[in-house]
């Protein structure tokens, strides 16, 4: 008669194994950059970035957050007004932050915030935001700020001449050509008297003196980039061989140009381009 073998069963406990939080934050890039690129909303971006430091590290460097624009609807940012954000860092480590509201016009119901460095706030000069990008100025310094994840790139001095005169330090209209990670993106700044072009990591501006107009506006239409200034000219705006603007001839509706009691503002509509005012 043969003998039972006997079965040993080594049990094991039926608890799952659960991902602490610094599990969470210790994802590598890889793992993150694959959920960021699920979002579904910008609240779901805007959740991504508030979730940890390391998180809204990989936000910051994610290199497809133009992609966001073309498939989500516009938010709308109120840098003036302030809300409390006790879950929120009160500072990226270098700065202090900011805690702007945030608004989805498709659902102003959802309380949505997003940081920028305090001293941004206080002590610049806005000009422009593009592609997710604060863009101010001051003293000739511009900086370009991520409205979410409050990374910071800071070109070149501007190069003015001399001191600064009176109304040379306004800044009237900043625009990115691509998104700023991009290769060949460019930042276009105007002040009074000048337009400048810095290529996103180069060491120098280009600088277009004006004559007795300021570029208040511009805009990316169709692949081309339009310019208006303070007397409602109409440009196309070419970055090489040199900077430069070649003026559009405009025909007025009853020969009539606009007032400057109705501050006219260009606006791109699909394949449309309007003067609103």
């Known amino acids: 008669m043969q003998s039972h073998s006997k079965l040993r069963i080594a049990s094991a406990s039926a608890q799952p194994a659960v991902l602490g939080l610094h599990g969470w934050a210790d994802l590598p890039d890889g793992p993150l950059s694959s959920i960021l690129a699920l979002s579904g909303s910008f609240r779901d971006v805007l959740a991504f970035a508030a979730t940890c430091r390391s998180w809204r ?6 290199p497809n957050k133009s992609a966001f624009c073309t498939r989500f609807p516009p938010l709308l940012v109120q840098f003036n007004v302030c809300v409390q954000a006790p879950d929120l860092p009160s500072n990226n480590g270098h700065h202090e932050l900011r ?6 016009p498709i659902n102003k119901n959802i309380a949505l915030r997003c940081q920028i460095p305090q001293e941004i706030y206080q002590e610049m000069h806005f000009a422009g935001i ?3 990008q604060l863009i101010c100025g001051r003293a000739g310094y511009c900086l ?5 994840s409050g990374a910071v790139v800071s070109p070149p001095r501007l190069p003015f001449s001399g001191d600064f005169e009176f109304g040379r330090e306004f ?6 050509t691509a998104p700023i990670a991009s290769p060949n993106s460019h930042l276009l700044v105007s002040t009074a008297i000048s337009l400048f072009d810095w290529p996103v990591g180069s060491n120098s ?3 277009l003196q004006l004559s007795d107009e300021s570029i208040e506006q511009i805009v990316e239409f169709n692949g081309q980039f339009i310019a208006m200034d303070d007397c409602y000219k109409i440009y196309a705006l070419q970055l090489s061989p040199q900077l430069g603007l070649q003026e559009i001839t405009t025909e007025w509706v009853g020969d009539q140009p606009p007032s400057s009691y109705t ?3 260009l606006v791109v509509c699909g394949d449309m381009l309007l003067m609103v005012s």
């Open 57 to 62: 590290a990989a936000f910051s460097s994610y």
């Open 99 to 104: 805690t702007c509201k945030v608004i989805d």
């Open 130 to 132: 593009s592609y997710g």
């Open 144 to 148: 370009v700020v991520d409205v979410f």
């Open 171 to 176: 800044y009237f209209s900043g625009i990115l």
């Open 205 to 207: 501006w280009s600088e």
């Open 263 to 265: 501050k006219p503002w």
